[in-house]
């Protein structure tokens, strides 16, 4: 079963604007942790933003934030203010609890944003 | 964050050949590295677990024999294709968490990638 879902396969903002970026997660396990990478065409992955699966208020850093509803299961990433450097792909990932040991990383198959001026 | 690199950034070989990517840790202990292959266009596909000191664990479906893991040291871990064919064309990326916590919030922090083209 797929773990992670990005059911954008592809967005568009104008520059200035926010957008979000939606993703949706399966779990059993109480423990997890969410993770939003960003992928411009250089290649390089780019960590921008985690959410833990106890923590009481949504994720934020810079004009990144994480719109955490844990009863639906979503972890959407919204970019306020959008750049023209924010044109990338964006890939939602999770990691469940170690209770039994390391997890991997599960990706979802990724949005990609174009932002235009 | 922290700093993972890899090297080559890019590579072509002819069929039959073995290619060797080298991914370090700048500035930090790596005691466990990961090793990603990804299609164009598609998501990372986790290939194995490298461990400093010990054997690598590759996920189903990996070749462990085509695809040699060698973590030496704390701050370098290698990837060595051997006999590429054109099929192992790829995006090839690693990743770190540092120090592993062991805890669902370990964040990777990954290298630049590699891409391989096999002729």
């Known amino acids: 079963a797929q773990k992670i879902t990005q059911t954008q396969p592809g967005m568009f903002v104008q520059e200035k604007e926010a957008v979000t970026l939606d993703c949706t997660y399966d779990t059993s396990d109480p423990s997890y942790g969410l993770f939003w990478y960003k992928q411009p065409s250089s290649g390089e992955m780019i960590f921008l933003i985690y959410q833990g699966s106890y923590d009481q208020q949504n994720a934020t850093e810079g004009r990144y934030s994480l719109n955490f509803q844990k009863a639906r299961k979503s972890a959407n990433l919204v970019i306020s203010a959008s750049q023209l450097g924010d044109s990338a792909m964006y890939f939602c990932a999770m990691r469940e609890g170690m209770n039994t040991g390391f997890q991997k990383l599960v990706f979802g198959t990724g949005t990609r944003l174009l932002v235009s001026p | 964050g922290a700093v993972v690199s890899q090297h080559p950034s890019w590579v072509i070989c002819k069929s039959g050949t073995s290619v060797k990517i080298e991914c370090r840790s700048l500035?930090?202990?790596?005691?466990?590295m990961f090793w990603y292959r990804q299609f164009p266009k598609k998501s990372l596909m986790l290939m194995a677990t490298s461990n400093e000191g010990s054997k690598a664990t590759y996920e189903q479906g990996v070749e462990k024999d085509k695809f040699l893991i060698n973590h030496a040291s704390l701050t370098l871990s290698t990837l060595t294709v051997t006999s590429a064919h054109p099929e192992d064309s790829s995006f090839y990326i690693c990743?770190?968490?540092?120090?592993?916590?062991?805890?669902?919030?370990?964040?990777?922090?990954f290298g630049p990638g590699t891409r391989l083209t096999v002729l």
């Open positions: 990743s770190a968490i540092p120090p592993p916590k062991g805890l669902a919030g370990d964040t990777e922090f």
């Open positions: 500035d930090f202990q790596a005691t466990t």
